[in-house]
């Protein structure tokens, strides 16, 4: 446990800071099962509409270093990879 006045509020606001990044966190988490969700079904604007705000989301977490950069990055790569998966189903590529 602290001793200082200093060391105390430092741990008041740590712990603040904790919660809400763990609330942020679950917040990307429930976005991205979203995004698999809507992949499952037909509706390919529900799909974009429901990966711009995964982005939005993994893009702010990503510039206030609550997830890694690279995760982010990477969690948006297989996103796109999905919606593009999906846009391109049921066209043929042309010869």
């Known amino acids: ?47 974009r509409k429901e990966f711009l705000v995964a982005t939005r989301k993994l893009d702010k977490a990503a510039a206030k270093r609550v997830i890694h950069p690279n995760m982010a990055a990477r969690k948006k790569s297989q996103l796109a990879r999905l919606l593009h998966q999906k846009q391109t189903a049921g066209k043929t590529p042309a010869k």
Not at 10 to 35: C, D, G, P, Y
């Open 1 to 47: 446990m602290p001793h200082t006045r200093s060391a105390k509020k430092q741990l008041r606001k740590n712990e603040r800071r904790r919660l809400h990044n763990r609330s942020l966190v679950k917040a990307i988490r429930t976005q991205v099962k979203k995004v698999e969700a809507a992949a499952e079904g037909d509706a390919v604007e529900e799909l």
